[in-house]
């Protein structure tokens, strides 16, 4: 049952209903009995008649009149605090509401991809709720620092996702509240063990892409051979690919950046006969003059047109036009994520490897391989795209390479 606050129940029963200051404890008293019996009793509606029978053959008439006046008065200062909750509950929701529209907006504004659109409103709503729907703009750093705190010590999430919920945050604050967070020291930190990353042999892949169809196994050749992300081989364009000399140039890949990767010459030859029955989609597109592919940043606005252009066609376009999330203009969009992710685990499963591999194992085994070729590591860091080496150094440990060069010590005894 519902407890309450003496002290504003107490003020409530003398200021609402006029008890006098003698008689409220006998008022609080008869409270603490119903509650008592519906502790005992358990809830049910007639809950207040059924205590007040059981009065009757105990007290005076005027007594049990008394209790069922106070239960009466607790009941309507229970649902008055109920009401006052939702509305104060509703009213912040709906402020929270408005926090996360205009997050959306200053996202699109500086030009941040849908994926971190949403994973930074996905952290401020989960901020909002630990913040049990506080008002927005009072919230301060001593709530970042509780919530982030929360995350590892009751959520046990690993250091990158608390960094990630932490930029959501900090998003939050300096663009929409214009408040700064300028000191979280004590701010519990994720110690969750990093994992070495899973790496599929040379065999093992070759093996998986016997079990795929085109576009799929198309896709997965130039991600192991280019050491893509997924994303990253979705977003390809026409004009991205240099046949010339088997480059393949990422454009805003992870942290908005630029690079240039290997593009095998084993995939480059099914890659020119894949881009040619493409084209069929592009050629349709145009015939019935649809909306031209989405373009990245504001090229759209400076060049409306070059949506319609061959070169920014997808590489691997959807086969139905989609209406984009943003826009919520209906136009050719690249294959879904699910599709290829779908196909490769169909693919792992029929190849009988007994290994949780997905896409992102690709790129692991693709800076694995080359370092266990001898490549430099920073030859390898620039192929991936790593701001630091450091990232890319975690590949050093699982390459057998160099552990093929050790002798174990045993193989030195002569025995039998």
């Known amino acids: 049952m ?41 809830l049910t509606d007639d809950i207040q008649s059924r205590f007040i029978n059981t009065l009757s053959s105990k007290y005076f008439d005027w007594q049990v009149k ?42 699109r504004f500086q030009n941040k991809s849908l994926q971190t659109e949403k994973s930074y409103i996905y952290w ?24 982030l705190t929360y995350l590892v010590v009751e959520k046990y999430v690993a250091i990158s996702t608390q960094r990630q ?14 408040k700064q967070i300028n000191n979280l020291d004590f701010v519990a930190h994720s110690r969750v063990k990093k994992h070495l990353p899973l790496v599929l042999s040379q065999k093992e892949i070759a093996e ?81 003059d649809s909306p031209g592919v989405a373009l990245p940043r504001a090229l759209e606005w400076k060049y409306p047109n070059a949506g319609k252009e061959w070169a920014w066609f997808w590489v691997f376009p959807s086969a139905k036009l989609s209406v984009d999330p943003r826009t919520y203009i209906s136009r050719r969009h690249h294959l879904y994520p699910s599709s290829l992710q779908k196909a490769f685990r169909g693919a792992l499963r029929n190849s009988g490897i007994p290994k949780n591999a997905s896409i992102h194992t690709l790129r692991h085994s693709f ?39 050790v002798i174990s010590p045993i193989d030195n005894l002569e025995y039998k």
Not at 165 to 178: S, T
Request: glycine share 6%; hydrophobic share 35%.
């Open 66 to 107: 008394q209790a069922d006046r106070a239960i009466t008065i607790y009941l309507s200062f229970v649902k008055k605090k109920e009401n006052s909750g939702k509305n104060s509950k509703s009213k912040n929701n709906s402020d929270w509401g408005k926090v996360i529209f205009n997050m959306k907006e200053e996202i």
């Open 208 to 288: 998986i892409i016997k079990y795929l169809t085109n576009p799929y196994k198309l896709m997965t050749e130039i991600i192991y051979g280019g050491g893509l992300r997924l994303s990253e081989c979705l977003n390809l364009r026409i004009k991205d690919i240099d046949f010339t000399n088997n480059i393949l140039t990422i454009r805003s890949g992870k942290g908005d950046k630029d690079r240039q990767t290997l593009l095998s010459r084993k995939a480059g030859t099914s890659l020119k006969d894949h881009i040619q029955d493409t084209r069929k989609y592009y050629e349709n597109d145009r015939l019935e």
């Open 367 to 405: 800076a694995t391989h080359l370092i266990e070729s001898g490549y430099d590591i920073r030859t390898i860091q620039d192929l991936l795209g790593h701001s630091d080496v450091s990232t890319t150094m975690i590949y050093t440990h699982v390459a057998t390479r160099n552990k093929l060069g």
């Open 124 to 147: 401020v709503k989960k901020f909002g709720e630990y913040t049990c729907h506080k008002i927005p703009y009072s919230v301060d750093q001593e709530d970042v620092k509780a919530f």
């Open 165 to 178: 919920a932490f930029n959501a945050v900090l998003f939050l604050f300096r663009h929409i509240l214009k």
């Open 2 to 42: 519902e407890r309450f606050d003496k002290v504003l129940l107490e003020k409530f029963i003398v200021n609402k209903f006029k008890v006098s200051s003698n008689k409220l404890p006998y008022y609080i008293q008869w409270i603490r009995k119903y509650l008592l019996f519906a502790d005992q009793d358990g």
